[in-house]
């Protein structure tokens, strides 16, 4: 297995950020126009329906079914107490209206009250009260469990799915794209988990009340039960109208995630050029977009919550401006009227809770599918498989390496490494140095050719290492079971015994990237980190241009003393390292000039000969 110090970290053989395909990332100019996310401005047409011939309600109910089916067994126990709780709503405005005909009203025809029927009217009503109690925190414990453990779910298919794809594939994304799917969308996919079981139970009280409603008296109960078609009939419109822009924000949230990510990296660029002022108003543009269009999503919010207030209200005054008519024809009784009144009262709650589910169907619609389109990403081939690993030396043969815009890098290189030998790989900036480094490492596939040699067992170290943000010990390990003889043997060859005088030793904290070591020093602690496990190919990219000339000397010696049988491939601008490998290959314009000892290609070929005087020359 190859091992990598960091593949984020070259961004010289970078390709620009693509972005998945068919993931939220709009063409449509206007999307990219935030005068046109104002007031009641059009959506872009990427961004309308998304649906690709599926009904809303199809796919609502995909999205809801397939939450589910993370976290099946809390969710049902979730259900199981909103159902508890419906029936004991449902329960407790018949004792209501037991108690209103049986004791209230008898104490007023009568003028004596039954003490037996008034405690056990108290008593069935409390045991109704706890009962309810307990389904309302059976409900809230497992719901909670069921959202944050499908949260847990889908944030690991998400990282999973990332983690399946290999180097070319992640340099064509967004970090912060990337960032946003595993972190904000799978938030806001979840958040219509939690009101789902107090929903299930409401609608299942919702159809005991309605033929109770109805039972009692039919008008009063055809007019509650008209209240639930209209909100139903709301929430559909609802829906339509806030799709589009719930899309549109979290698309929009992305590209926010990415660009921030993208200014922070490049802070010191930034300050350099006093840039501050660009980025700032960069960042602030598409910060602006995101406002926007969460701004429209929350006026049509608004609206319909408004909307979800006004209708139970109204209906409310009706059923007791109806209901008192009712009762003075002696229709039905004041007991009946109470316990209408009263079961009407407690639905105008849970409804609002099937409204609130219904309003964060459209965010959690367009956070489900974002990070689904990336679980569902193809799994690209890795360039490591076609390695054919063979013991002996490294071989490349009719090796052809292409660009995506079609730009031959590497052309018809054939070439052999020898076993156990230092070859310095020379060239002029651009020729495909570290172009040919990728290859061999298993990061960038062929276009064409064959790549063969003990290239399972490799580590390669960049010329901007990459430090992960914890300490020297776990950046030196990274997650191998290293002991201490061979963490000692890494640091001796690496020249890296500074860090046993930082405070902790090798259990001092570095920042991200190594923020506080100077660069010479983050090259050292990445080179013990390939060297203590004994590689068969080690790949250094210059790995040396930070250092001294006298440290330089030191590792190489080490190099050679204590990986005697690795095969050690540098590219090198560094003329005492080139004088002192055994080979040297120099490559130019993507194609092997020439190749032998130092002194020979010098001897023979201008181009080299110049070259090296060049750095010799900056050296000096």
């Not at 309810?132 to 469990?145: E, F, L, P, S, Y």
């Not at 990445?526 to 000339?549: M, N, Q, W, Y």
């Amino acid at each position: 297995m190859v091992r990598e110090e960091s593949a984020d970290a070259h961004a010289d053989d970078e390709q620009a950020h693509v972005g998945l395909v068919g993931t939220g990332q709009c063409s449509d100019e206007r999307a990219h126009d935030p005068t046109l996310l104002v007031g009641s401005a059009p959506v872009p047409d990427c961004y309308k329906g998304n649906v690709d011939g599926e009904s809303r309600f199809r796919r609502r109910v995909k999205l809801v079914t397939s939450l589910v089916s993370y976290r099946r067994a809390d969710f049902t126990i979730a259900v199981v107490g909103a159902t508890v709780f419906a029936f004991g709503t449902v329960a407790s405005s018949w004792v209501l209206r037991w108690v209103i005909d049986n004791v209230i009203i008898e104490r007023f025809d009568s003028g004596s009250i039954d003490a037996k029927a008034a405690v056990a009217g108290i008593a069935i009503f409390v045991l109704v009260a706890v009962v309810r109690a307990a389904g309302v925190i059976v409900r809230r414990t497992w719901a909670g469990k069921a959202q944050w453990g499908i949260a847990e779910d889908l944030s690991g298919e998400a990282i999973d799915a990332v983690v399946r794809q290999p180097v070319p594939w992640h340099r064509r994304q967004s970090t912060g794209d990337l960032m946003t799917r595993v972190g904000v969308d799978v938030e806001a996919a979840v958040q219509v988990v939690a009101p789902l079981p107090f929903s299930t139970g409401v609608v299942l009280m919702l159809l005991i009340a309605s033929g109770g409603l109805i039972a009692a008296d039919v008008q009063l109960g055809v007019l509650a039960t008209l209240v639930f078609p209209l909100i139903m009939s709301l929430n559909l419109v609802y829906q339509k109208r806030a799709d589009r822009w719930y899309d549109l924000a979290q698309a929009e949230l992305a590209k926010l995630s990415s660009a921030a990510h993208e200014s922070f990296e490049a802070v010191t660029v930034v300050k350099a050029f006093g840039a501050e002022a660009r980025e700032a108003s960069r960042l602030s543009e598409i910060a602006f977009r995101v406002r926007s269009a969460r701004v429209q999503a929350i006026r049509v919010r608004s609206l319909f919550e408004t909307l979800l207030d006004v209708v139970p209200n109204v209906a409310s005054v009706l059923i007791v401006l109806l209901g008192s008519y009712r009762v003075a024809d002696g229709a039905m009784t004041v007991g009946d009227l109470a316990s209408f009144i009263y079961i009407f009262a407690l639905l105008v709650f849970p409804l609002r809770i099937i409204g609130y589910a219904f309003s964060e169907m459209p965010r959690s619609q367009a956070g489900f599918d974002r990070v689904k389109q990336l679980v569902r990403e193809p799994v690209e081939a890795d360039p490591r498989d076609r390695l054919r690993n063979v013991p002996g030396d490294v071989v490349l043969e009719e090796v052809t390496i292409e660009q995506g815009d079609g730009r031959v890098v590497l052309s018809d290189v054939s070439c052999r490494f020898p076993s156990g030998a230092l070859t310095a790989v020379v060239g002029p900036t651009g020729s495909g140095k570290t172009t040919l480094l990728h290859a061999l490492a298993g990061l960038l596939a062929p276009s064409r050719g064959l790549i063969s040699g003990p290239l399972g067992d490799s580590a390669i170290v960049f010329q901007e290492p990459f430090l992960l943000s914890g300490s020297i010990r776990e950046n030196i390990a990274l997650g191998r079971p290293i002991d201490d003889s061979m963490m000692s043997k890494g640091i001796s060859v690496a020249q890296a015994e500074f860090v046993l005088d930082l405070p902790g030793g090798l259990d001092a904290v570095v920042g991200e990237r190594g923020v506080g070591l100077s660069g010479g020093q983050r090259q050292r602690i990445a080179l013990a980190r390939a060297i203590v496990g004994s590689p068969h190919v080690l790949l250094l990219d210059d790995t040396t241009s930070a250092l001294d000339p006298s440290t330089e000397a030191a590792v190489l010696e080490g190099l050679r003393r204590s990986l005697g049988d690795t095969t050690i491939i540098a590219v090198s601008s560094r003329p005492s390292l080139v004088a002192n490998a055994d080979w040297v290959i120099f490559i130019d314009d993507g194609r092997i000039v020439d190749r032998g000892r130092h002194e020979e290609i010098a001897a023979r070929t201008e181009a080299y000969s110049l070259l090296m005087s060049t750095y010799e020359s900056d050296r000096s």
